[in-house]
């Protein structure tokens, strides 16, 4: 198939540039003036893709068509938040404007529609397009729905390899680079937060980069960033980890394997979280970011991702084999996912008892101390000069001796401390309990649903703190959690839904 190019943008009458204070979120965004004076109205089409160019530097952008002069004047090409800062030109620069020729993979995700597989090199030139922002985010959409649909063995460790090809690849001097990753899906486990520093307290690298929330109420990156700055650059994370051995960062912000962070844009509003986009999200990640050993914690429960125990398996095996082609030393463990790890639900929240762990106050969240010292051991097994299974050993001496809290603080301080002071939402309800008796069951997904509508992680403030865990003895009126949220509008649906449904079974004793 053959394609007439479009106009060089450089070679078109030139606009003046305009910063647009939207933020787009990872989609790169263009306006122009319908009444543009240096182009014809009909050559471009709103929502369609365009090329911005000036003196060599090209970025593609989605194109919104703008009618109030008050906006934009007609000689001007605005660039939303994302779109500016990726070309860095000072305002009222000169740059040229075209129309973008369709990306040619797109003919392998339709391929993929009706029913075709994908041959490596499509794999690969759907996920530099999809990095270089040559899709829109319908067509981002319609790859992940395809995925979704079947991807074979072979497909996801194409789609890993090529994602961890794109963007930065970082390298490490020493010979075990060490890394954990939990698949997610129970809510309040920020168990990596615990591991990071114990891990760290030990000797052993563990450079944590970590995404944002996709469906969860929170993620580690989320969290971390209630106590300290996580966008560092690659220069940056690198210094505080040869300096302290850890880190805990947000990936997206060094670039490794951004194609996934674009990916994730869409997988969330979607609710897409399959298990073979999963593994090739993780293990590209991790990849990228030079790991050479990771733990892999699978949380098996009844409303968690994994809800049996094949599931888990299946999903084990995956891992492995990807990460044995990869070069990935994999270890896989499956932990209890039947209820929340800790009691918090929310960024602050959970940073509120990730940080009581590692103080080792007296009223700290059990299940997450014992998770964390049970991922951590096995980490520190990695250490060729610790075997035997002595790491669970090493794990809680450095817990309880306090050096793992007083890695914690060295890694937040060389990050850099928040510098806002994160505050619980005031806008709080309490669920009750609607009769005495033995809380039997705890519905992970649907507090976690709660805690998302009530604003969390958008809201550092906004979650759920937990009372009651499984196993309590309650009576009738009895707190079980309570609500916080810092806007009406989503104080209001999170207790509607707590309302219909309090997420807790309880059984007469």
């Known amino acids: 198939m053959t394609t007439t190019p479009f106009p060089s943008p450089s070679a078109r009458p030139l606009l003046k540039l305009r910063r647009v204070g939207i933020d787009s979120y990872r989609e790169n965004v263009a306006f122009l003036a319908r009444t543009c004076i240096r182009h014809r109205p009909e050559e471009f089409q709103a929502l369609g893709k365009v090329e911005i160019a000036h003196d060599g530097r090209l970025i593609l952008a989605v194109l919104n068509i703008v009618d109030d002069a008050r906006i934009l004047a007609d000689d001007e090409l605005g660039l939303a938040e994302q779109a500016f800062a990726q070309l860095g030109l000072p305002e009222g620069s000169p740059v040229g404007i075209a129309q973008a020729a369709r990306p040619a993979s797109l003919e392998a995700v339709r391929g993929k529609i009706l029913g075709r597989g994908f041959e490596p090199s499509e794999i690969e030139a759907i996920v530099r397009d999809i990095a270089g922002h040559r899709y829109s985010k319908m067509e981002i959409a319609a790859f992940l729905i395809a995925s979704a649909r079947f991807l074979t063995t072979e497909e996801v460790l194409g789609l890993t390899r090529a994602m961890a090809a794109v963007g930065t690849r970082l390298e490490w001097a020493e010979p075990v680079i060490a890394d954990k990753h939990s698949i997610g899906g129970i809510p309040g486990d920020r168990s990596s937060m615990v591991v990071v520093p114990i891990v760290a307290a030990h000797g052993l690298p563990i450079p944590k980069t970590s995404s944002r929330a996709i469906t969860s109420?929170?993620?580690?990156?989320?969290?971390?960033?209630?106590?300290?700055?996580?966008?560092?650059?690659?220069?940056?994370?690198?210094?505080?980890?040869?300096?302290?051995?850890?880190?805990?960062?947000?990936?997206?912000?060094?670039?490794?394997?951004?194609?996934?962070?674009?990916?994730?844009?869409?997988?969330?509003?979607?609710?897409?979280?399959?298990?073979?986009?999963?593994?090739?999200?993780?293990?590209?990640?991790?990849?990228?970011?030079?790991?050479?050993?990771?733990?892999?914690?699978?949380?098996?429960?009844?409303?968690?991702?994994?809800?049996?125990?094949?599931?888990?398996?299946?999903?084990?095996?995956?891992?492995?084999?990807?990460?044995?082609?990869?070069?990935?030393?994999?270890?896989?463990?499956?932990?209890?996912?039947?209820?929340?790890?800790?009691?918090?639900?929310?960024?602050?929240?959970?940073?509120?008892?990730?940080?009581?762990?590692?103080?080792?106050?007296?009223?700290?969240?059990?299940?997450?101390?014992?998770?964390?010292?049970?991922?951590?051991?096995r980490i520190i097994e990695f250490d060729p000069a610790l075997r035997g299974g002595r790491g669970a050993a090493r794990a809680q001496e450095l817990l309880e001796t306090g050096q793992a809290l007083a890695a914690m603080e060295r890694i937040i301080d060389a990050q850099g401390r928040a510098a806002g002071n994160h505050r619980l939402g005031d806008l709080t309800y309490e669920a009750s309990a609607p009769a005495d008796g033995i809380v039997e069951a705890m519905d992970c997904y649907r507090l976690a649903r709660i805690a998302r509508l009530a604003g969390a992680p958008m809201d550092k403030g906004a979650g759920i703190d937990l009372f009651c865990k499984l196993g309590d003895r309650v009576r009738a009126g009895q707190p079980l959690y309570r609500i916080h949220a810092c806007v009406p509008a989503d104080f209001r649906f999170a207790t509607d839904l707590a309302g219909e449904d309090s997420g807790y079974r309880i059984t007469a004793a």
Not at 297 to 311: M, Q, S, Y
């Open 217 to 377: 109420p929170a993620g580690t990156a989320d969290t971390m960033e209630v106590l300290a700055r996580v966008d560092l650059g690659v220069a940056e994370m690198r210094a505080v980890v040869e300096r302290e051995r850890g880190c805990l960062v947000w990936g997206g912000h060094v670039n490794l394997s951004p194609a996934d962070d674009v990916l994730i844009s869409v997988e969330r509003p979607l609710g897409i979280d399959t298990r073979e986009q999963m593994v090739a999200s993780i293990l590209s990640k991790k990849l990228a970011a030079g790991s050479t050993h990771l733990l892999i914690d699978i949380p098996l429960g009844p409303t968690a991702k994994v809800r049996n125990r094949n599931e888990a398996i299946a999903l084990r095996k995956l891992f492995e084999y990807i990460g044995d082609q990869v070069g990935l030393a994999i270890d896989v463990a499956v932990t209890d996912g039947t209820q929340p790890i800790g009691r918090g639900i929310g960024p602050v929240l959970e940073a509120r008892d990730v940080m009581a762990v590692l103080r080792g106050d007296a009223n700290a969240p059990d299940a997450l101390r014992r998770k964390a010292l049970l991922l951590a051991g």
